[in-house]
């Protein structure tokens, strides 16, 4: 029974997708055609419309609409230039320096605006002609942003980081928010290695050494803008507020930041941001209910229980088990965005994991990191598309750029995988996790 259920949900699933019908409803039609398999239509009804409505009543979601509208005020608040200036400061004098900074930019944007798309976008539409002045090979640029992207996602504060705390019985978002600075960080560096060797090789140019008033300025000038994650992160490793109480304080912050500090975003242009910012909250909170639904539907058919014993009689060593956990979601990031991957995925390898003894926070910054390589491939990476489009360049130009940051990439994904510490110290250090 248990396997002729993953066989429906699995191929219905996948046949709504190839029919083009919007991911959400894919997962509920698909979640209520399994479970009518076990009981009748009527009650199949009742039954996921009771989960989705169970699944969003919860006090930490509201950290998600509140974050979303404090990413769209900072995207539209001329963040993301000072940022690069701050980052030519940084990163300005190594070898290929243009690309260091497009680097350090995304993880600083990316990480204040919650968004790869929107990192990728405000960040690599402004270094793309840069680099292109400088001689860089434009295929080569896009494949910086493009990989880069992502890192802020892993640096809070993060939505991903929400998501997966609901979907996973309640981890903790202080301890996920400390434990994805490291390899959020490690993930950046990985990068810059790879921009190091081939900027050295290919002779580009260092950026001028700026001078000593000039980096004062633009150290000041994105300092108000990287305090908000100084002031959330203080204030929920200090108690003083809980994730969600941040977000709100965080919409307050970059309100006053944006149309008073920095006068980039007029009243008149509020209303379309907010709008903007109920639209995307409502996709996502769609894609959490239905999820709920198939979470559901799986742990009636004791799907989550058949995977793990299916994966467990190939072997009981926790490394081989946590390599083809790897491995599938690779492959599912591939095909899947991260965040209906992260929902419908979670639920099935939490208890292997749990089993195997591995931390739910080290667990979630290892789904967290998987799934964003997943947002820079072909074929249905957002950021991959993004990243191109901004770049002015054709996707099957960029592909053979694209495999030695690939590469790089997955090697860090192993050293988070494998070395715990990397997730748990901050929040072991600052928690007492």
């Given at each position: 029974m248990e396997w002729s259920t993953v066989i429906v949900l699995c191929s219905?699933?996948?046949f709504f997708l190839f029919l083009g019908v919007p991911i959400s409803f894919a997962i509920g039609l698909s979640s209520l055609i399994t479970i009518m398999l076990s009981i009748p239509f009527d009650a199949a009804i009742t039954v996921i419309s009771q989960k989705m409505a169970s699944g969003l009543d919860s006090f930490s979601l509201l950290a998600i609409p509140f974050f979303i509208l404090a990413g769209n005020i900072m995207n539209r608040g001329g963040i993301a230039l000072r940022l690069i200036e701050f980052a030519k400061v940084i990163g300005g004098r190594l070898?290929?320096?243009?690309?260091?900074?497009?680097?350090?930019?995304?993880?600083?944007?990316?990480s204040i605006s919650g968004s790869a798309v929107a990192s990728a976008a405000a960040v690599g539409g402004t270094m793309a002609p840069l680099q292109k002045k400088e001689g860089y090979d434009p295929a080569f640029s896009a494949a910086v942003n493009i990989t880069s992207s992502p890192t802020g996602l892993l640096i809070p504060p993060s939505n991903t980081f929400i998501v997966y705390?609901?979907?996973?019985?309640?981890?903790?978002?202080?301890?996920?928010?400390?434990?994805?600075?490291?390899?959020?960080?490690?993930?950046?560096?990985?990068?810059?290695?790879?921009?190091?060797?081939?900027?050295?090789?290919?002779?580009?140019?260092?950026?001028?050494?700026?001078?000593?008033?000039?980096?004062?300025?633009?150290?000041?000038?994105?300092?108000?803008?990287?305090?908000?994650?100084?002031?959330?992160?203080?204030?929920?490793?200090?108690g003083v507020f809980t994730a969600t109480e941040a977000s709100a304080f965080a919409?307050?912050?970059?309100?006053?930041?944006?149309?008073?500090?920095?006068?980039?975003?007029?009243?008149?242009?509020?209303p379309k941001i907010i709008l903007d910012s109920v639209v995307t909250t409502s996709i996502v909170l769609l894609l959490i209910g239905t999820s709920m639904g198939m979470s559901w539907a799986m742990a009636?058919?004791?799907?989550?229980?058949?995977?793990?014993?299916?994966?467990?009689?190939?072997?009981?060593?926790?490394?081989?088990?946590?390599?083809?956990?790897?491995?599938?979601?690779?492959?599912?990031?591939?095909?899947?965005?991260?965040?209906?991957?992260?929902?419908i995925f979670t639920p099935i390898f939490f208890p292997i994991v749990t089993e195997l003894g591995m931390d739910p926070v080290h667990f979630g910054v290892l789904m967290a990191f998987?799934?964003?390589?997943?947002?820079?491939?072909?074929?249905?990476?957002?950021?991959?598309?993004?990243?191109?489009?901004?770049g002015g360049i054709k996707i099957d130009k960029v592909i053979k750029p694209l495999l030695p940051f690939y590469a790089m990439l997955i090697?860090?994904?192993?050293?988070?995988?494998?070395?715990?510490?990397?997730?748990?110290?901050?929040?072991?250090?600052?928690?007492?996790?």
């Open positions: 219905t699933f996948f070898p290929g320096s243009l690309a260091h900074v497009n680097v350090l930019a995304n993880m600083m944007f990316g705390s609901l979907i996973s019985g309640g981890t903790s978002i202080g301890a996920l928010f400390l434990a994805g600075y490291i390899p959020g960080i490690l993930m950046g560096l990985s990068i810059m290695l790879i921009i190091g060797f081939i900027a050295k090789k290919r002779n580009y140019p260092v950026s001028p050494k700026p001078t000593k008033s000039e980096a004062i300025k633009k150290t000041l000038d994105a300092l108000p803008s990287l305090g908000l994650i100084v002031v959330i992160m203080g204030g929920i490793v200090r919409v307050v912050y970059t309100l006053i930041l944006a149309v008073v500090f920095y006068r980039e975003v007029s009243l008149k242009q509020l009636n058919a004791d799907i989550p229980y058949t995977i793990s014993d299916a994966l467990l009689n190939i072997s009981e060593n926790p490394i081989v088990i946590l390599l083809i956990i790897n491995v599938i979601l690779l492959i599912v990031g591939v095909f899947m965005d991260m965040t209906p991957a992260l929902l998987n799934l964003s390589i997943g947002i820079c491939t072909p074929p249905v990476g957002s950021a991959l598309f993004i990243g191109c489009s901004v090697i860090a994904l192993m050293l988070v995988t494998f070395v715990p510490e990397l997730s748990l110290a901050l929040p072991r250090f600052f928690l007492g996790y």
